[in-house]
């Protein structure tokens, strides 16, 4: 598995507790949260499913090699170029706000590194759902769409949304997941996942 701008490493930290059959590799261009995550898998007995180096998607490590990965997952930044308030912090801007890659380059690079009929999943914003799946359109298919509500009867803020290489089938919208009760509390579907270590049924 391919974890692409994976920041400190808490989701492959999450995917490799809950998958403990699988190893992690991780991307990231920002060389001190490399040293994270690297600390991380390391204080959480995972150093050994668990790795990460540094590496720009533009030009990637040459132990990257195409098809490599039977699933990749992102968390591309959410705003793009140009748009929204200037980011102080250099770091919380690189997480948030696109670079020299945009939305359409994570897609392709993750699409390339993973083998035909394998997974990818991304996490975006809600209000570009439609320049996500226009990036997939034509090179993947079996999409699902997997809102995450922040609490009932509100928009979605996030979507979760994986698709297969190499696949032609039709695409799906799942139910997602409501986040929050009415007084701000994790609903206990949300605890499970976050505390239980349940899986999301996509």
Request: aromatic fraction near 4%; charged fraction near 20%; include cysteine.
């Amino acid at each position: 598995m391919l974890d692409i701008g994976c920041g400190t490493g808490a989701a492959s930290l999450c995917l490799a507790t809950r998958v403990p059959q699988c190893r992690i590799t991780g991307l990231e261009m920002q060389r001190e949260l490399v040293r994270l995550a690297g600390d991380n898998a390391l204080l959480n007995g995972m150093n050994d499913r668990v790795s990460v180096m540094a590496g720009n998607l533009l030009n990637p490590p040459p132990r990257l090699s195409p098809g490599m990965f039977d699933h990749v997952m992102a968390n591309p930044p959410f705003i793009e170029r140009g748009r929204g308030n200037p980011v102080p912090d250099p770091a919380k801007a690189a997480a948030t706000i696109e670079g020299e890659a945009g939305l359409g380059d994570w897609v392709r690079f993750a699409l390339v590194m993973v083998r035909e009929k394998g997974t990818v999943t991304f996490i975006h914003r809600a209000d570009r759902i439609d320049a996500l799946l226009g990036q997939i359109a034509g090179r993947a298919g079996e999409v699902v769409v997997f809102p995450l509500w922040p609490g009932a009867g509100r928009p979605a803020s996030r979507i979760l949304v994986r698709a297969r290489k190499q696949i032609a089938a039709p695409a799906r919208l799942s139910p997602g997941l409501v986040l929050h009760e009415a007084d701000g509390r994790f609903t206990a579907e949300a605890e499970a996942v976050l505390r239980g270590g349940e899986a999301l049924i996509l």
